[in-house]
C-alpha cells in the first residue's frame, strides 16, 4: 500500500518558519511531479508549490519568494520538502503532499499549519 508520511507542521507566530517534509513509499523511477497543496476552511484546495523530477518548479502567486520547495537526494529522492519563510496568518491551512505517479494521483493525510501571535 502507499504511503505518504508528512510531518512539519504546528503553529507559528507571523514572521517565523516552518519546513515540511513528505516522504513516499514510491519508487523514484516513476514519479513525475512532487507538490504541496493547501486547504484552509471553507476555502478549496490549491496548489502551492511543485517540483518535477527534472527540478522544474512553480509556485503560487501568494507565496513566491517566501516558500521554497525542494526534493530529497541520493537515497532520499523519493521526499519532498517545503520551506515556508515569513510565514502570514493566511497561510494557515491544511497541507497535502501531492505525487503524480505513472500510475496516479497519490495524497498525504495532510498536515496542519497555523500561523497566529
Known amino acids: 500500500q502507499v504511503q505518504l508520511a508528512e510531518s512539519g507542521g504546528g503553529l507559528v507566530q507571523p514572521g517565523g518558519s516552518l519546513r515540511l517534509s513528505c516522504a513516499a513509499s514510491?519508487?523514484?523511477?516513476?514519479?513525475?511531479?512532487m507538490g504541496w497543496y493547501r486547504q484552509a476552511p471553507g476555502k478549496q484546495r490549491e496548489l502551492v508549490a511543485a517540483i518535477t523530477r527534472g527540478d522544474r518548479s512553480n509556485y503560487a502567486d501568494s507565496v513566491k519568494g517566501r516558500f521554497t520547495i525542494s526534493r530529497g537526494r541520493d537515497d532520499s529522492k523519493s521526499m519532498v520538502f517545503l520551506q515556508m519563510n515569513s510565514l502570514k496568518p493566511e497561510d494557515t491551512a491544511v497541507y497535502y503532499c501531492?505525487?503524480?505517479?505513472?500510475?496516479?494521483?497519490?495524497w498525504g493525510q495532510g498536515t496542519q499549519v497555523i500561523v497566529s501571535s
Open positions: 501531492n505525487i503524480q505517479y505513472w500510475s496516479g494521483d497519490y
Open positions: 514510491l519508487a523514484f523511477a516513476g514519479i513525475n511531479v
